[in-house]
């Protein structure tokens, strides 16, 4: 009888690490700088939401554009008004898959590089993309960590010709989130 529900038991406990394959934060970070050396421009948001499908590989983020957090209230209303019309286009979303999903093995601890690829949207222009990252595995939780490299003019962000020697034409973006289980 013993043997029986301890069989039953691992049954059960396999069934649910399956069942278990969607990750999630609303906590995760993203880190730009689009700064020329002459003025520091650099944002922080820390309330990126994000889900990972583990079996499928299927990966989305959104955030709040005015969440990003400036060292200058100034710059700060300046990113919002004139360069991101945050009003009008309110978030950043990125749709995807991490194509060598097959390669990450959750239910071992360890460190294992991805490659993501979809769909980036800024400032109302939609762009595929393609970057590498990884995915850190431990227990029941996932971090995750990404840079990559946008360009503004991809996103029709226009640089006034006044901050032109302040404001970089691209942006090195960082991502680092920690996903839980999805319940």
Do not use: R
């Amino acid at each position: 009888m013993k043997k029986l529900i301890l069989i039953t038991m691992v049954i059960m406990a396999v069934n649910f690490a399956e069942a278990q394959t969607k990750f999630y934060t609303k906590s995760g970070l993203a880190w730009f700088d689009a700064g020329t050396g002459a003025e520091d421009i650099t944002g922080t948001n820390k309330a990126v939401t994000s889900v990972i499908e583990t079996s499928t590989g299927q990966i989305q983020f959104s955030m709040l554009i005015k969440g990003f957090e400036f060292w200058s209230q100034l710059l700060q209303d300046h990113f919002n008004e004139n360069y991101m019309e945050s009003d009008k286009f309110p978030k950043a979303i990125f749709k995807g898959n991490i194509t060598n999903i097959d390669k990450v093995i959750f239910t071992k601890d360890g460190t294992y590089p991805v490659t993501v690829k979809g769909t980036l949207e800024i400032h109302g222009v939609k762009n595929e993309v393609e970057t590498k990252g990884n995915l850190k595995v431990k227990g029941e939780t996932i971090d995750a960590t990404s840079e990559f490299i946008v360009v503004l003019d991809d996103y029709k962000i226009a640089i006034p010709g006044v901050v032109k020697d302040k404001l970089s034409k691209t942006a090195k973006v960082k991502i680092n989130c920690t996903y839980t289980i999805l319940k």
